[in-house]
Every structure is written in structure tokens, then in C-alpha cells.
């Protein structure tokens, strides 16, 4: 198995200096369409019940990234140290929008599911960044002492200084575009969405389309390493709402953040090469691509699933 995958780390995609700037565009763009949604109101429901929210950034922030790490480290035999980053990286995402369409579909808690992806987008310039050094290095550092692999060196400062720039930005411009011009907001919140789900699935089309017999070959693989860890990640959110002695409503919603991230974002961030340099990861780092872009497709199947159940659990 470890052997395959090794294959998948010779995929080199190079947008060269205008395709990026077209690829910063789409996330500015998206970013952006995303902070639309993001109301000042559902900032204030945040604090008028703090135990959910809490516990959701807990596990958001906390939970998932470290058991991810965990996971990772205990299956360092059969896979290779860009898929295992490759999970460190999803993990560090915030939650994906699609999350509040599925908390309704549960019957979940829809203000919770809302306020809590509107605070991880909020912080993800933030946190992202320093989840995925933080456990990124830690995998390293564990993996270059029990293999022979040089350790690898994540950049965090060039990294958050571009995270910065591509989310920061557009989320604070998006807030004050919601705020300022509410009734245009609400015209162009929908399509901006849509819009934004068709330029993305079209860049990783046409990004993945010459390699997509190596996909093919490693499909297996990668669909049970994507299915355990997405797994892993739902039941982090479940079984953390429990613990936390939540309503069973509450519980569905953090079930769902928890396991819907905002893995387009981390496709994107991959394919920039002033946060992952091509001189300091060799270009070959094909397994985190491969991991993430497979994890956007399965994450609305799984969570398609885990919603129709729950709205059948009362």
C-alpha cells in the first residue's frame, strides 16, 4: 500500500505566475461569498449560549486535529508522509458551508451549525495556519526518528503572512460589504455560492485531468484512508457532544461541523507556491492533493448519510 501511494507523490501541478493569479482570485472570490453569509446577529447568538459553541471550537480547533495526528501517526507503516499531512491539513481547514445545509437537513441545531462555521472562517487566517505547523511538525519530527526520511519544514511565518493576505482580506471585505449593503447582499449571496462551487469544481477538473489515471490507480487507497479519517472526524463531533452533556440537537450539528471542513480551501492553499514552496517540498507532494481533493467529494456523501439519520433520531 505504502508503495502505491508513493506513486501519487510524482504529481506536480504548476499553475505558473498567471494561472495563480487566477487560483488567488477564485479563493478571494469564494472567501468573500462566504463572509456574505456571516451576520453581526450571529456573531451575538455565539455568547447568549457559550457552552456549544465552546465545546464546538473545541473539537474543531483542538479535538480533530490532534486525533487526526494520532490516526496519522498510527497508520505511518502503510501510508506516506504527504498523506499523512494531507489529513493534518484538512483538519486544520474550518468547517465547510455545505455543514449548515446538512445541520438543517438533521433537524439539528441550524443557529449553532451557523455561528460556529461563521467563527471558523473567521479565525481560519489564523488558526489554520498554526494547526498545520503545529502537528504538521510533530508528525515530522516523530516520523524522521523512526524512518529514514528527512524531516520535513513546514514555513510557518510565509505561510501565515499569505494566509493572511488570501483569507483575511476578502472575509473582513465580505463582512463589510454584508454589513454596509445589506439589501445588495441579499441579492447576490446565492449566485455568488454557486458560482463559487462551479469555478472551484472546474480548477480541480482541469488541475487533476492529466493525472487522473494515477487517481485512478490509487482509488482504493484513497478512498478508505479519506473514509477512516472522515469517520474519525464525525465521531469526534458526536461522541464530543455527548461528553459535553449537549442537547441531542446540538449534538447533530457539532457531529456534522465537526466532520464537513472546508477541504476546498485547503486544495486551493496547496496549489500556491509561496505557502507550499516547490524548492522546499521538491514539487512532490501530490499525496496531500490527491487526499484533499477526495475528501471535498466524500464529506458531502458521508454527511449526506449521517443527516438522514439523524433526522430520523429523535
Known amino acids: 500500500m505504502k508503495e502505491q501511494l508513493e506513486t501519487l507523490n510524482s504529481v506536480t501541478i504548476n499553475f505558473g505566475e498567471g494561472g495563480m493569479t487566477i487560483v488567488n482570485i477564485i ?5 468573500f461569498g462566504v463572509a456574505l453569509g456571516i451576520k453581526p446577529r450571529t456573531i451575538k447568538d455565539i455568547f447568549k449560549k457559550p457552552k456549544s459553541i465552546i465545546t464546538g471550537a473545541i473539537l474543531q480547533w483542538l479535538a480533530l486535529p490532534a ?3 494520532a ?9 506516506t508522509p504527504m498523506i499523512a499531512l494531507g489529513m493534518i491539513l484538512v483538519a486544520s481547514c474550518p468547517g465547510g458551508n455545505i455543514s449548515n445545509f446538512l445541520s438543517s437537513l438533521s433537524k439539528g441545531n441550524i443557529v449553532l451549525s451557523v455561528s460556529l462555521t461563521a467563527l471558523t ?3 481560519a487566517p489564523i488558526i489554520t495556519p498554526i494547526n498545520f505547523f503545529f502537528w504538521g511538525s510533530m508528525y515530522s519530527h516523530f516520523i524522521s526518528i523512526k524512518s529514514d526520511i528527512p524531516m520535513l519544514v513546514i514555513p510557518f511565518i510565509p505561510m501565515l503572512e499569505q494566509i493572511l493576505l488570501l483569507l483575511g482580506l476578502p472575509i473582513v471585505l465580505g463582512l463589510l460589504f454584508a454589513h454596509y449593503f445589506p439589501a445588495a447582499t441579499k441579492k447576490i449571496i446565492k449566485p455568488s455560492q ?3 462551487v462551479l469555478l472551484f469544481v472546474g480548477m ?4 487533476f485531468a492529466q493525472n487522473f489515471q494515477i487517481f485512478i490507480d490509487n482509488i482504493f487507497y484513497v478512498f478508505f484512508i479519506v473514509m477512516l479519517h472522515n469517520g474519525t472526524a464525525l465521531a469526534t463531533g458526536y461522541f464530543g457532544g455527548k461528553a459535553a452533556g449537549l442537547p441531542l440537537n446540538d449534538t447533530k450539528s457539532l457531529t ?3 466532520g464537513i471542513q472546508n477541504s476546498g480551501l485547503g486544495l486551493i492553499l496547496l496549489f500556491n507556491p509561496h505557502i507550499f514552496p516547490p524548492e522546499i517540498w521538491h514539487g512532490h507532494y501530490g499525496g496531500m492533493l490527491f487526499i484533499t481533493a477526495w475528501w471535498g467529494i466524500w ?3 458521508s454527511g449526506l448519510c449521517v443527516a438522514y439519520y439523524f433526522r430520523r433520531k429523535h
Open 27 to 31: 479563493l478571494a472570490f469564494v472567501m
Open 67 to 69: 486525533i487526526t495526528f
Open 71 to 79: 490516526v496519522a501517526l498510527a497508520l505511518s507503516p502503510a501510508i
Open 121 to 123: 472562517t473567521a479565525m
Open 194 to 196: 454557486i458560482i463559487s
Open 204 to 207: 480541480v477538473v482541469v488541475s
Open 256 to 258: 456534522i461541523e465537526t
Open 299 to 301: 464529506h458531502i456523501l
